[in-house]
């Protein structure tokens, strides 16, 4: 069975520190896709980004980061020099595929607080 | 840009009574899922459907049924409400084929009295 664990339940840092959000998984499949999802107060999930298991290569996006480890089973994500509006609920999720779809399985989210 | 609408971002029922939560997206998607979070529980599969007409129970599917007769919509039902369905629900879909993701309306807080 697919698994995610994200087992920081709440993060608060004060703004411009850097903070790193933890995700592992477990999976049987050779074959996998990992996501991250932000889920700001509005509610609505807006995706981050998509790895596949055959890339393991680290990924910089402005002052995002990920650190896909496949030894480990594990998907991080770092915020450099943290500001307000990164304060959200952070997602990371495993893809297995059923009939066609993909299905997610998510992991119980980490809520990140950052104040001014 | 993809467009996820839920009918409601807030619903109130009593229990025993029929719930309906529409889903619309206007990208053509084959994909669509119902979720539903709870704190500490991240987000479960309730349904989802690969194609039109086409649907699959997930992982928590009991008390719930679903329906999709044309491709941009799915509806999710609660045949009977009772309290432990309070919760968001959350809508998705996504163009078929790996690995796209999947794009999520904003969200329907369900209350049942």
């Known amino acids: 069975a697919q698994k995610v664990t994200q087992a920081q339940t709440e993060i608060s840092v004060v703004e411009k520190e850097d903070v790193t959000l933890d995700c592992v998984y477990e999976?049987?499949?050779?074959?996998?896709?990992l996501f991250w999802y932000k889920q700001p107060p509005s509610g609505e999930l807006v995706f981050l980004i998509r790895r596949n298991s055959f890339d393991e290569q680290n990924e910089i996006s402005g002052r995002y980061s990920w650190n896909f480890q496949k030894s480990t089973s594990s998907f991080n994500f770092t915020i450099t020099a943290s500001q307000v509006v990164d304060s959200a609920v952070y997602f990371c999720?495993?893809?297995?595929?059923?009939?066609?779809?993909?299905?997610?399985?998510f992991g119980q989210g980490t809520r990140l607080t950052i104040n001014p | 840009d993809v467009k996820v609408t839920q009918s409601s971002r807030y619903l109130v029922k009593r229990t025993g009574e029929k719930v309906f939560l529409e889903c619309v997206q206007d990208?053509?998607?084959?994909?669509m899922f119902w979720y539903r979070q709870d704190p500490g529980l991240g987000l479960r599969l309730i349904y989802f459907?690969?194609?039109?007409?086409?649907?699959e129970k997930g992982d928590i599917p009991e008390g719930y049924s679903v329906s999709r007769e044309k491709k941009e919509r799915f509806s999710l039902i609660l045949e009977s409400a009772s309290t432990n369905q309070t919760s968001m629900y959350l809508c998705?879909?996504?163009?078929?084929?790996?690995?796209?993701?999947?794009?999520f309306g904003p969200g329907t807080r369900l209350t049942v009295l």
């Open positions: 998705a879909s996504r163009d078929s084929g790996t690995p796209n993701e999947q794009f």
């Open positions: 459907s690969y194609d039109v007409k086409m649907k």
């Open positions: 999720a495993l893809s297995g595929v059923i009939q066609g779809a993909q299905k997610l399985v």
């Open positions: 999976t049987r499949d050779t074959t996998y896709y």
């Open positions: 990208m053509d998607h084959e994909n």
